[in-house]
């Protein structure tokens, strides 16, 4: 049972555009939530991370926003730029303070930007 | 920044052979690592949770007999694919622990694409 859903296999925007990527969890007990960015045949590098007690967390161009009653968060990107082109992964902890413990990922959401 | 080194990051053996992956932390103490595969379009799955000096914690699913982790520095961890079969073909990817002042962060390595003809 996937417990961290991506519904969106990919997503493609033009550059200059704002990049809307979503992540559902199903288990209220989660309360670090992280995105990743991934390129093919490389390991994730680490973008942004909220905590529940946050409702958004911003950070240069990405901002996380966080929806604890729907279970939901979401990365926004703008403006979006070609180099941005990456899988995009949602991961959840039950660690606060950091990415600590046992991450949970999504499924991923592949970003093409559009020059 | 804190890097992580994972080696080799591409493997092609014959079914049946075993093969050997490191993960070192190269400017920071590392007292937990943790492994992961990914098959293709699909998620990070968490298989073992590295703990130097003491015993892997793996996942639910996850044979320990068949995936032999080592922690014994602080700064490297190795997995080792013991009897590889086709199955067991996957991307490999290490995480290392970062503890600091005020919080802890996971560094990871780029990944170790493992092939089994």
Redesign the interface.
């Known amino acids: 049972d ?1 417990q ?1 859903k991506q519904n969106s ?1 990919s997503l493609s925007v033009q550059e200059g555009r704002i990049s809307i990527l979503n992540c559902d969890y199903t288990n209220s007990m989660f309360d670090y939530f992280l995105w ?1 960015k991934k390129y093919p ?6 973008l942004i991370s909220i905590s529940s007690i946050k409702d958004k967390n911003e950070d240069g161009r990405f901002t996380v926003f966080l929806n604890k009653s729907a279970k939901h968060l979401s990365l926004h990107i703008v403006p979006s730029q070609p180099g941005d082109s990456a899988v995009y ?1 949602c991961a959840v902890s039950y660690s606060w ?4 413990n ?7 959401t592949l970003l093409a930007v559009q020059p | 920044g804190a890097v ?1 080194s ?1 080696h080799p ?2 493997v092609i053996c014959k079914s049946g052979t075993s093969v050997k992956i490191e993960c070192r932390s190269l400017d920071f103490q590392a007292t937990t690592m ?1 492994w ?1 595969r990914q098959f293709p ?6 298989m073992a ?1 590295s703990n130097e000096g003491s015993k892997a914690t793996y996942e639910q699913g996850v044979e320990k007999d068949k995936f032999l982790i080592n922690h014994a520095s602080l700064t490297l961890s190795t997995l080792t694919v013991t009897s590889a079969h086709p199955e067991d073909s996957s ?1 490999y ?3 290392a ?1 970062r503890t ?1 002042r005020y ?9 170790t ?1 493992l092939s089994v003809l």
């Not at chain 2, 379009?41 to 968490?46: E, F, I, N, P």
Request: net charge positive; hydrophobic share 35%; proline share 4%.
């Open positions: 996937q961290v296999p990743y045949a490389e390991g994730p590098t680490f992964f303070g950091g990415a600590t046992k991450l949970i990922f999504g499924t991923g | 992580v994972q990051s591409r943790f992961y379009k699909q998620s990070l799955m968490l949770t991307f990817i290490c995480s622990r600091g919080n802890e962060k996971l560094f990871f390595g780029s990944g694409q």
